[in-house]
């Protein structure tokens, strides 16, 4: 079955980095956009970023753009959130995503924080 496991997630002081892993199995992955969702205490889940199969096309929340950088490695079945630069607003559960065959998918997700 479908499962997708982040990992990567933890405290960082503001204006530190963190990556962020997704590692996805039971499906073909190459096939497949994968996106990164966030979500605050409090607030909606928002998209952060999204990547199309080949990783030709990326796309970020404004909130995110020149701070946060999507990859994938189709190879070993992994997307990745680099988190550059980061605030406070920043700290929340992060979700690795995948829409497949109209149904979506989540990971269990992976605590960010940033707070000094």
């Given at each position: 079955?479908?499962?997708l496991v982040?990992?990567?997630?933890?405290?960082?002081?503001?204006?530190?980095?963190?990556?962020?892993?997704?590692?996805?199995?039971?499906?073909?992955?190459?096939?497949?956009?994968?996106?990164?969702?966030?979500?605050?205490?409090?607030?909606?889940?928002?998209?952060?970023?999204?990547?199309?199969?080949?990783?030709?096309?990326?796309?970020?929340?404004?909130?995110?753009?020149?701070?946060?950088?999507?990859?994938?490695?189709?190879?070993?079945?992994?997307?990745?959130?680099?988190?550059?630069s980061?605030?406070?607003?920043?700290?929340?559960?992060?979700?690795?995503?995948?829409?497949?065959?109209?149904?979506?998918?989540?990971?269990?997700?992976?605590?960010?924080?940033?707070?000094?």
């Amino acid at each position: 079955q479908v499962q997708l496991v982040e990992s990567g997630g933890g405290l960082v002081q503001p204006g530190g980095s963190l990556r962020l892993s997704c590692a996805a199995s039971g499906f073909i992955f190459s096939s497949y956009a994968m996106s990164w969702y966030r979500q605050a205490p409090g607030k909606e889940c928002e998209l952060v970023a999204g990547i199309t199969r080949i990783g030709g096309g990326r796309n970020y929340a404004d909130s995110v753009k020149g701070r946060f950088t999507i990859s994938r490695d189709n190879a070993k079945n992994l997307v990745y959130l680099q988190m550059n630069s980061l605030k406070p607003e920043d700290t929340a559960v992060y979700y690795c995503h995948a829409q497949i065959n109209g149904y979506a998918y989540w990971g269990q997700g992976t605590q960010v924080t940033v707070s000094s």
